[in-house]
């Protein structure tokens, strides 16, 4: 018999969508030029590039012009952050928040270390940051503004708009990670005053190791990577072919459904927080509407959420404690930190993320089998002892 | 990330518990990832002749835990003291790195406990 699974780890990545398989694979061994030849056979990949351009600039309300191809969310939010530091010509100074990703949280660290000044802003207790403390924050030498549009673990939106529009007043580089939120949410980089933007293809059912980076047209980034004349020179390099197809294909989809998925997957989401917060000690992380529609993180006191994983693992039930990028750290997370929860309450932290296939039967599955497992630890813990 | 044995001694965990009589209580916790134990001895005629545990942690310290109370039932108190976490660590089939130094500390509850008897039993 073939083992359960249910899948609501789609903050971690998602299943490719079978349409954007089927797009990718002639890439693969059909259409197999190099977009840069001049023949046949590399123009006709290059228009395929293109085309994956006009389609994420569209899903961005952007120019295709203003789409650079990257390896994914990691590279482009480097490519940003390094890119606008080395342009200067002096030592400046960035504004950010405490619960960055760590693709934006070490490289800011690492620009400290080369002598520009950071500003980590704090959150309050639903992971939310103020436009006023951002407006505070600026000073003469600001050049780069980087916020991420939603928390990745506990699934906060920012004030992403505000934001913009104070970036904007004062000829600050704006940056946003979206890495969660394209394909979940409308966004349009010119309403929301968004200079650039971070994506990645496998946030989205598209494939791994391709994202995006839109940088508003005239905004100076000096590149990572030297070598090559593609993507304008700002990421050089033989494009990912298949990878870019499949992401424009991903995008096309995932955005033109969100009108129709979006308040499925909320009633969902709200469906679980519910069902979940029924057990005694659970506490909701995050914001309780201004969230990702498939974000749910909950905090089961007096356990720790690696053990009720793997033990939903047992159950056929995949989820995750905290971004998956730092399940190999034992410190609690720094965004758990970042909104004030205490050691083990951080460290009782369980995301579920939703999203392509989830159904209300998988809800039925995992109400039945969380409490049974959490009762079980609890019946194990010194803390939930003494309590009691 | 967990061999068969580790998951089996997770899922079903050995001598869980409290002892209201116990003869020594013995804690230790991992400040680092925040996972805690609690050790209950009973002691007769200088041997552990029973033994349970309450621990706060991950899938590796609760495993740990309830290995090691299966090696040292019925052992001398000499005996239990030269059991290291190394020791159960392998009982355990091995653990994976991160987790030796975080979560393997079930022998060192056990010597608190051994110690926190010894102490009040030199008091007497």
Known sequence: MTKKLIYMDHGATTPVREEVLKAMLPYFNEYYGNPSSLHAPGREVRRAVEEARQKTAAALGAKPEEIYFTSGGTESNNLVLYGSAEKRASAGHIITTGIEHHAVFDVCQDLEKRGHRVTYLPVDRYGRVSPADVEKAITSDTFLISIMAANNEIGTLQPVSEIGLIAKSKGILFHTDAVQVVGQLPLDVNDLNIDALSLSAHKFNGPKGVGALYIRRGTKITPLYRGGGQERKLRPGTENVPG?????????????????????????????????????????????????????????????????????DLEGIAASSGSACSSGSLEPSHVLKAIGLDHPTAHGSVRFTLGLGNSDADLDYTLEKIPLIVERLRNISPTYHSRQ | MYNEKVVDHFTNPRNVGELTDADAIGETGSFKCGDTMKIFLKVKDNRIEDIKFLTFGCGAAIASSSMMTEMVKGKTLDEAMEISNKDVSDRLGGLPPLK?????????????????????HEAV
Request: aromatic content about 2%; some cysteine; charged content about 25%.
């Open chain 1, 244 to 312: 870019i197809v499949g992401l424009g294909k991903a995008v096309e989809l995932s955005v033109a459904e969100i009108p129709t998925k979006r308040a499925a997957t909320e009633k969902l989401r709200d469906r679980l927080i519910a069902g979940l917060l029924k057990i005694d000690d659970v506490i909701l992380n995050g914001h309780p509407e201004e969230r990702l529609p498939g974000n749910i993180n909950v905090s089961f006191r007096h356990i720790e959420g690696e053990s009720v994983l793997l033990s939903l």
């Open chain 2, 100 to 120: 030796l130094h975080c979560s393997n500390l079930a022998a060192d509850a056990l010597h608190d406990a051994i110690n926190n008897y010894r102490k009040s």
